[in-house]
């Protein structure tokens, strides 16, 4: 038996929201047998970036809330998130900016990579060294 589940961006949204009580429950049972059992939860880049953008434009979620919910769920001890510091330097980066979570995204990689950063949104480039 793979002793790892992957997870994607509608079950941890039923998971923070709880507004579906079954799929929730379900969720949570999940989380709870792979503590159990040892194993990992594995959470991609990309399913972050979903959860950002569904929490705030479809569900009006305040940046901060959204910040908080994620970086709660993602510091669980059995989650492997994918690029772990690349996704939470982003995190840090949305709730202390304007600019959305993708242009978080861009802006963190340039950093990283040592890049120039080619834009023509003026918020990302005013934030942008």
Do not use: H, P, W
Request: charged share 25%; hydrophobic share 45%; net charge positive.
């Amino acid at each position: 038996m793979n002793n790892l589940y992957v997870i994607d961006a509608n079950a941890i949204l039923r998971y923070l929201l709880k507004d579906n009580l079954v799929q929730s429950a379900e969720v949570e049972g999940v989380l709870k047998k792979a503590k159990n059992l040892g194993s990992d939860v594995y959470v991609t880049r990309e399913v972050v970036m979903e959860c950002v953008y569904t929490l705030t434009k479809f569900y009006k979620v305040s940046r901060s809330d959204v910040y908080m919910s994620l970086k709660s769920f993602l510091n669980t001890k059995i989650i492997v998130l994918e690029e772990r510091e690349f996704v939470m330097k982003a995190l840090d980066c949305f709730l202390s900016t304007n600019i959305s979570y993708v242009d978080c995204l861009v802006l963190i990689k340039s950093e990283d990579l040592g890049g120039k950063l080619v834009t023509f949104d003026k918020k990302l480039l005013a934030k942008s060294k």
